[in-house]
């Protein structure tokens, strides 16, 4: 899996690059957190199908 991403970040307003600072495997798949360059602001994706900007 890549390090960084290209997400939507709720704070800067903009399409940010997103930094994985930690991953580890769950019953439900691999859960990786994700720290924007800009601000800082973090997302949880789990296995790639749940994401939590968009809770």
């Known amino acids: 899996m890549s390090l960084e991403m290209q997400h939507d970040c709720p704070e800067c307003g ?29 997302l949880v994706r789990i296995d790639g199908d749940i994401d939590s900007a968009s809770a």
């Open 14 to 42: 903009s399409e940010q690059t997103f930094w994985r600072s930690a991953s580890t495997n769950l019953h439900l798949g691999e859960k990786t957190k994700w720290r924007c360059s800009e601000c800082d602001f973090g």
